[in-house]
């Protein structure tokens, strides 16, 4: 079975541009979430879309992250503008729903200088 | 006060020794808890589910004791390729979100 897939798996870029990251999560997983996981720390929760709708964007600076997850599948993560301090590992997750296990893709590692 | 707190190490340890990490949550409508494992660079991985009755997978055992909000994870027979950051989780109730303790790195030595 196919796990979660992540692209790209690298980004740098320079602080106010902007980047999207995409995910793909297990087939048939209805949750999906993006984690944000800074050096030296744990996961942290940013979105989570059930289906097509969003849960919980409680922790998502709106003033300049966006998601989406229009068909209900892949799912999208953008910055804009870009800070110093979003350098950090975006991580994709999906679960059967929103009681199951999470399975976390590989994440991208975003530099911003 | 951090919502799940864990000590982060490193804990240095050698090959064949026991080593545990704790863990301390502060909300008590926490409803479930995890150890998850993250190589270095890797994505975290499920280790355990764990549970009021405590439970062992192996060389590995949790514990858990909800009156003083405290997670446990103990490794036996330490081996070279345990040698990780071990995350402590709670899923609260509501949106039931998974939140996540900074990690405990544990290396292992020959």
């Known amino acids: 079975e196919a796990g979660v897939a992540q692209s790209p798996r690298y980004k740098i870029i320079e602080k106010r541009q902007s980047v999207a990251f995409w995910c793909n999560p297990i087939?048939?997983?209805?949750?999906l979430y993006w984690y944000q996981q800074i050096l030296g720390q744990g996961p942290k929760l940013l979105i989570q879309f059930q289906n097509n709708g969003v849960v919980d964007d409680s922790q998502l600076p709106k003033d300049r992250f966006s998601a989406e997850r229009l068909k209900g599948v892949d799912s999208t993560l953008k910055i804009q503008p870009a800070k110093l301090e979003d350098s950090a590992v975006y991580l994709c997750?999906?679960?059967?729903?929103?009681?199951?296990?999470?399975?976390f893709g590989a994440g991208t590692r975003l530099s911003v200088l | 006060r951090k919502e799940v707190e864990q000590d982060p190490g490193p804990f240095n340890v050698p090959e064949g020794a026991t080593v545990a990490f704790n863990c301390t949550y502060s909300n008590s409508a926490s409803q479930s808890f995890f150890w998850y494992r993250q190589d270095c660079r890797k994505e975290p991985k499920l280790l355990m589910s764990?549970?009021?009755s405590g439970n062992e997978d192996g060389r590995f055992t949790a514990q858990l004791n909800r009156a003083s909000q405290y997670i446990s994870l103990l490794i036996r027979d330490s081996k070279l390729s345990d040698s990780a950051t071990y995350l402590c989780v709670v899923r609260n109730t509501g949106f039931q979100k998974l939140v996540f303790g900074t990690g405990t790195r544990l290396l292992v030595s020959p």
């Open positions: 997750a999906s679960s059967l729903n929103s009681q199951d296990i999470q399975y």
């Open positions: 764990v549970y009021s």
């Open positions: 087939s048939g997983h209805a949750t």
